[in-house]
């Protein structure tokens, strides 16, 4: 079984800087790719960041980058320099290889960025 | 190119009306999946379906929902008889390929009065 775990429901940030949303999963599958999406107050999913699980190097894009500890089943997402416009809800999602091609998400942590 | 379409966005129902809630995916994508998003929950997979089949639909409540995706037009996620539990958002997404990133629609947000 496949399960995702955010333990985070509200985090609080300063404007410009650095927070890290935690996520820890747990599967079965030898493959598998771990996801972040944003979730904003509209309502809309928006894909943030992607990293599979042979991948050797921890996943960047932009401001956002993914804290991947395989051994303890982590993957953690580091936003820095956090902006106001970061505020909302945050999403980690996983698929794997054996599962079919559903997503499993957590439970969700809303970010609030403080100006 | 267009994103992952969905409409309504906003969708009222009484109790024990029918909901169709459809997803048009992006130009070149095959695969559709939905999802539902209850209030202060993640999105829990429901079905996934290429054109005219479905694959799996180990996350669709037994009765009463039903999900079609034609050769020709949207891919169509039906409620009858609709309960105040069916209130949620309902997320399609789309795919290129089966084991591609999948892009997610805006969302219908279905309210059951």
């Known amino acids: 079984a496949q399960k995702i775990t955010q333990t985070q429901p509200g985090m609080f940030v300063q404007e410009k800087e650095a927070v890290t949303l935690d996520c820890t999963y747990d599967?079965?599958?030898?493959?598998?790719?771990l996801f972040w999406y944003k979730q904003p107050s509209s309502g809309e999913m928006i894909f943030l960041i992607y990293q599979g699980s042979y991948d050797q190097q921890n996943a960047t894009e932009g401001r956002y980058s993914l804290n991947f500890q395989k051994a303890r089943k982590s993957a953690n997402l580091v936003i820095s320099a956090s902006q106001l416009g970061d505020s909302a809800m945050y999403f980690c999602a996983m698929r794997g290889q054996n599962t079919g091609n559903q997503f499993y998400f957590g439970t969700g942590t809303s970010l609030t960025v403080i100006p | 190119n267009a994103g992952v379409m969905q409409n309504p966005r906003h969708l009222v129902r009484r109790r024990g009306q029918e909901a169709r809630l459809r997803c048009s995916p992006m130009k070149g994508h095959s695969h559709v999946y939905w999802y539902r998003q209850l209030p202060e929950e993640g999105l829990k997979f429901m079905v996934y379906l290429q054109k005219e089949n479905i694959i799996d639909e180990s996350g669709m409540p037994k009765e009463r929902f039903s999900a079609e995706f034609p050769k020709e037009g949207p891919s169509i996620l039906r409620i009858q008889q609709v309960v105040r539990g069916d209130s949620a958002a309902y997320f399609c997404?789309?795919?290129?390929?089966?084991?591609?990133?999948?892009?997610f629609g805006p969302g219908t947000r279905l309210t059951v009065l």
């Open positions: 599967t079965s599958d030898p493959s598998y790719g």
């Open positions: 997404a789309s795919s290129p390929q089966a084991d591609n990133e999948q892009f």
